[in-house]
């Protein structure tokens, strides 16, 4: 069974740096596009970045200079380093797993809520 | 980048009403086109990709049509437990992978 369980988010203050971590099981990470979505409080979902199968990774301008996706293949987890941190990147993010080589999140994690207060 | 627009954005209807939900692109998608469904405080669900092919274990009151820049999502008979918000999100010109404002759906 597919499962994505996200970790890692917390209060920041902005400037500052946190790193997300995707867990995944019941299917090999690496032959699927992998997402971050994400969703400020009361608002809808914003794709923030993808990783390739082949390791390509592209951004949303939003977050594209500060944030960093990466995925540890012996891990099988997914990672989102934020950077630079804004009040504007607090959300709820989400992994979500790509169907294959297509942008099709059929599974998605619960979730990991990132504040960016002072 | 692809813009894209839902309509309307909330709605209220009783149980068992026919609901649809229209999502537009601002450019030629042809269907690369998915639904989701978010209940509140949850992560949101498959339930139709391409535009109109329904996920493996999804009520088949639930269908999608359309082709190019216009899409609709259709519940044909709402029950209470479909009370949730619904995205639509395109991969044609991707990324970015853009989802439209969603549509909260209520029960009247």
């Known amino acids: 069974e597919v499962h994505l369980v996200e970790s890692g988010g917390g209060l920041i203050q902005p400037g500052g740096s946190l790193r997300l971590s995707c867990a995944a099981s019941g299917f090999t990470a690496s032959n699927s596009y992998m997402s971050w979505v994400r969703q400020a409080p009361g608002k809808g979902l914003e794709w923030v970045s993808v990783i390739y199968t082949g390791g390509s990774t592209y951004y949303a301008d939003s977050v594209k200079g500060r944030f960093t996706i990466s995925r540890d293949n012996s891990k099988n987890t997914l990672y989102l380093q934020m950077n630079n941190l804004r009040v504007e990147d607090t959300a709820v993010y989400y992994c979500a797993r790509g169907r294959l080589v297509f942008p099709i999140f059929d599974y998605w994690g619960q979730g990991s809520l990132v504040t960016v207060s002072s | 980048d692809i813009q894209m627009t839902q309509s309307p954005s909330s709605l209220s209807a009783s149980v068992g009403d026919r609901v649809t939900i229209t999502c537009q692109a601002s450019q030629h998608i042809n269907n690369y086109l998915n639904w989701y469904q978010q209940k509140p405080g949850k992560a949101p669900k498959l339930l139709i990709h391409?535009?109109?092919n329904l996920e493996t274990g999804v009520p088949s009151r639930f269908s999608g049509g359309g082709s190019g820049t216009d899409f609709t999502f259709t519940i044909s008979s709402l029950q209470a437990e479909d009370v949730a918000t619904y995205f639509c999100q395109q991969y044609d010109n991707f990324p970015p992978f853009t989802f439209g404002p969603g549509t909260k759906v209520e029960i009247k």
């Open positions: 391409d535009a109109s």
